[in-house]
């Protein structure tokens, strides 16, 4: 079995009791990476590491509830053939509906990401005069262009691998995974955004190496000046 590293965290992220809210500075580092790159695993890792993670596809996924104003837009627009038995969502439809037509995936995002960059911003808001190290978690970052962040961290994997990872280890086709890829940012665009690249074409072992050459990184970023506002992450498409 792996041994993991213990908890540690950057220097001024420890938990401050009865410390003036004005003088506490968030850091917030942006983490993204294509589909199958294994950001979510990354994730996981500095949190056990000390940092707060804000999960946008969790976030997603609870916005999606039944009865919930994204999920009643989402039926609205497509009808029960994205329900399942039970009346939720039934996320392989919605995906094979909307990876297949820019017009669908458009009118998806459409409905998605206001919601989603609303309840980001509330609660990196609650988080705001902490001294939280916070992990936003956020696969459409790159193509937000969102640039208020102390750092980028990208994860990073060759295609062909990440379509071999979707197959064998999610249940994907070939054909889905290669689609959702293509909606993505490229590759490249990801890597010009990036502060830090972490490489997850290895090993496990590898992958904590370089979890904690980054979580060593982390601890040597500046953090803002406290009371500093909190800039909303949309998304190009709430431009449009």
């Known amino acids: 079995m792996l041994a993991r590293p213990s908890k540690l965290r950057p220097p001024g992220s420890e938990p401050t009791r009865g410390a003036d809210r004005s003088t506490l500075s968030v850091l917030e580092i942006g983490l993204t990476g294509g589909i199958g790159s294994g950001k979510s695993t990354v994730a996981a890792m500095l949190v056990e590491r000390g ?14 509830f039944p009865g919930m104003p994204v999920f009643v837009a989402m039926a609205e627009r497509w009808g029960d053939r994205i329900l399942d038995d039970a009346g939720g969502l039934d996320r392989q439809v919605v995906a094979d509906i909307v990876f297949a ?16 960059g609303d309840e980001m ?5 609650e988080l705001a005069a902490t001294d939280a190290t916070v992990i936003l978690d956020i696969p459409l970052l790159v193509e937000s262009g969102h640039s208020g962040l102390a750092g ?26 290669r689609n959702r890829i293509s909606r993505q940012a490229s590759r490249t665009e990801r890597l010009d955004r990036a502060d830090l690249v972490v490489d997850n ?26 009371g500093a506002e909190v800039r909303r992450i ?5 431009d449009g």
């Open 101 to 116: 037509d820019p017009d669908e995936l458009a009118a998806l995002n459409g409905i998605v990401h206001p919601a989603v």
């Open 51 to 64: 940092a707060t993670l804000l999960d946008a596809d969790a976030i997603v996924r609870e916005l999606q």
């Open 201 to 226: 074409s290895g090993t496990l072992d590898d992958l904590v190496h370089q979890v904690d050459l980054a979580w060593e990184w982390i601890a040597t970023l500046e953090r803002p000046e406290p």
């Open 234 to 238: 949309g998304s190009r498409a709430e």
């Open 121 to 125: 911003t509330r609660r990196r808001r």
């Open 152 to 177: 980028v961290i990208v994860v990073d994997v060759d295609p062909d691998v990440a379509v071999e990872r979707l197959v064998s280890g999610r249940g994907f086709t070939a054909v889905d995974a």
